[in-house]
């Protein structure tokens, strides 16, 4: 009987556990933005508790970006090149060539973007400070 009582207890637990889960979960879904909620001495909500993570994730990534788009975009271009220099049909070599070409228009854009991208986020992170202290 002892086993049965304290397996009953634990099954009481842990329903009360996901009682108080669900009360939670559900709480912050009718009002989610109770949790960023402005504190009543600022009059202003502080966003830095949200946006300081999503920066750092913005920048981290393109930090890793930009050397992986060198690499892959290095080596597909020899890759095309080889295919280029291989081509024995004018028709082949002409295709080859327009491939070589758009690919390296991609991938120049491509690093352009994400150098653009690296340089707007400080600019467009000041802008949403002086937006939202208004």
């Not at 989610?32 to 830095?48: E, T, Y």
């Amino acid at each position: 009987m002892s086993i049965k009582n304290s397996l009953h207890s634990a099954k009481i637990k842990l329903l009360k556990l996901g009682l108080k889960a669900s009360a939670l979960s559900t709480a912050i879904m009718v009002n989610p933005m109770s949790v960023f909620a402005a504190d009543s001495n600022k009059g202003s909500a502080d966003l830095n508790k949200v946006t300081e993570p999503i920066i750092g994730l913005i920048n981290s990534v393109l930090s890793a970006a930009i050397p992986l788009v060198a690499a892959l975009g290095s080596l597909y271009c020899v890759l095309l090149g080889v295919k280029y220099a291989r081509a024995e049909e004018p028709q082949d070599r002409e295709k080859a060539k327009q491939h070589l070409k758009s690919a390296i228009i991609g991938f120049v854009l491509i690093f352009v973007l994400i150098v653009a991208l690296r340089i707007a986020t400080p600019i467009l992170t000041e802008w949403m400070y002086s937006n939202v202290n208004r």
